[in-house]
């Protein structure tokens, strides 16, 4: 019995659920409204006491770490594997989920939240009301610190550098292999798509002509009915990536 | 043939040299001194762009980022197991791999690195003029080290802390060791840098305020490994010793 409480298809909340279609598991998704911080909500909290998406539960095992918990399904559900048996492609895998975890995401994150009406703009008022709802005291009070220091310009543009830096990355490693970690679908394709899936449509430095490896690989992910059963899970993803899908030239 | 480029048997290169001493596995090891900038040598960047210790050769191959190459060790010289048997087991080696180089390493380098930027001396030049050759990460966080954490800073890092003390707490309530019923690879993924704890957080690790966490420390240093490795250190205390090392969650 698979319980997954989680949000959209999308970064972190999405690796439960991208994994599961692929494995064409029976799965309980109980969706978890970020914008209305249902992640807080003390129902919520009682399930998982970081307040964070998303939560697995099987039979009983609770899992709140989004990475460790893929490879953690990967082994115990049915299905086809989705981790190489060479262990050098093993690392290969795991070097870039904390690539697109450690480096990427957390470019990406200080972009989306210095954007107007993102976290780094807010009033006092706001800010108070953000951390409010966190659980954990000790990780609110940092929050605040945080949210207080704000992102300078500095900072930001060196978090602009970093993605442009990572899509080179992503490039030349395709121009290697079918797939990030060798030539099968794995993981780390896996983990990727939760972050990278709507590039072809929202970055203007995306595309056949200027990234053809990573455009090559984003069709052959997008095509995948696995992934694309799990971005239709989504409530408002899902119509994003069906564009994206057909930006790519691929079937609806 | 196994080669290992590392620096102190602290932290990072603390892992893979304790790894290697419990699988008894022979090994080269040379020895980078980062406090002389010798990881932005033209050599070692040819190996690691990133010019960070420790680099593991195997067959030719480098393989970085630290959690990875010890699981990548298990998986080729499976002879001295140290994973657990159980999925859950192993979802926690991934957990603990994965909050040591989240929060665990963040704050101990953060609180860490103004003794180390003191007692540089003349070395302070040396790596200044070494940073020329290094990657754009590098050289922003040794500007930070050089410039030094103002109080907020610090105050963010320390907060990186007390929830991880309190789960390697719990889990050492349950059981001896972190991740199940023995010693394993999260054991030795997070001793390096826990060791590091009593000296940059004595008011948050100590006896009284983390007594399993404290009776753990010892339980691994007794271990002949772990003495083995320690024993091989240049620096009379490796655990008060650092460089910058990884930048730190910035959620959960």
């Known amino acids: ?252 | 043939m196994i080669e290992l480029y590392h620096w102190e048997p602290t932290s990072n290169s603390g892992e893979v040299l304790i790894l290697l001493k419990e699988k008894g596995v022979d090994f080269v090891g040379h020895y980078v001194d980062v406090l002389k900038g010798e990881q932005f040598s033209a050599d070692f960047l040819a190996l690691n762009p990133c010019g960070q210790v420790p680099v593991l050769v195997h067959d030719g191959r480098p393989l970085t980022e630290t959690g990875f190459i010890l699981q990548y060790l298990e998986e080729v010289f499976p002879a001295v197991s140290l994973t657990p048997s159980t999925p859950e087991g192993r979802y926690w080696v991934n957990v603990w791999i994965k909050y040591v180089e989240e929060y665990i390493a963040p704050a101990a380098w953060k609180l860490g690195i103004a003794r180390t930027v003191a007692d540089l001396g003349e070395r302070r030049s040396v790596i200044e003029a070494a940073l020329g050759r290094a990657p754009p990460e590098r050289r922003q966080a040794w500007a930070k080290a050089f410039a030094g954490f103002d109080a907020v800073d610090l105050e963010i890092a320390r907060g990186l802390l007390p929830v991880r003390l309190e789960r390697m707490e719990a889990a050492l309530g349950a059981s001896d060791w972190l991740a199940g019923d023995h010693y394993s690879l999260a054991d030795i993924a997070v001793f390096p840098t826990a060791a590091a704890l009593p000296d940059v957080a004595p008011d948050l690790v100590n006896a009284s305020a983390t007594p399993r966490t404290w009776e753990w420390l010892e339980r691994m240093r007794a271990r002949p490994a772990v003495r083995a490795a320690l024993a091989a250190a240049k620096t009379p205390r490796p655990q008060a010793v650092f460089a910058p090392g990884p930048e730190g969650s910035r959620w959960g």
């Open chain 1, 1 to 252: 019995m698979i319980t997954v409480h989680t949000w959209e298809p999308n970064a972190n909340s999405g690796k439960p659920l991208l994994l599961l279609k692929e494995k064409g598991a029976e799965f309980d998704y109980r969706y978890i409204n970020m914008g209305a911080l249902e992640q807080h909500s003390p129902d919520y909290v009682k399930i998982n006491p970081n307040g964070t998406v998303p939560t697995v539960i099987v039979d009983g095992f609770s899992m709140f770490e989004s990475t460790p918990g893929m490879e953690y399904l990967d082994e115990v559900v049915d299905g086809p594997g989705l981790t190489p048996h060479d262990p050098y492609l093993r690392w290969k895998m795991r070097w870039w989920m904390r690539f697109v975890d450690e480096y990427l995401n957390p470019s990406l994150a200080m972009q989306a939240g210095s954007a107007a009406g993102g976290r780094m703009q807010m009033s006092e008022e706001e800010k108070d009301a953000a951390v409010a709802r966190i659980p954990l005291p000790e990780r609110a009070r940092v929050w605040r610190l945080i949210l207080d220091r704000g992102v300078s310009e500095e900072e930001l543009a060196e978090s602009r550098r970093r993605v442009t830096s990572a899509i080179g990355t992503f490039e030349t490693a395709l121009g290697e292999s079918s797939y990030l970690a060798g030539p099968v679908y794995s993981l780390a394709d896996l983990n990727a798509m939760t972050t990278l899936h709507s590039w072809p449509l929202m970055r203007d430095d995306i595309s056949e002509e200027a990234t053809p490896n990573l455009w090559a690989w984003f069709r052959r992910c997008h095509a995948r009915q696995g992934i694309k059963d799990a971005f239709a899970l989504g409530r408002f993803i899902g119509t994003r990536t069906g564009e994206v899908r057909a930006k790519l030239g691929l079937e609806a």
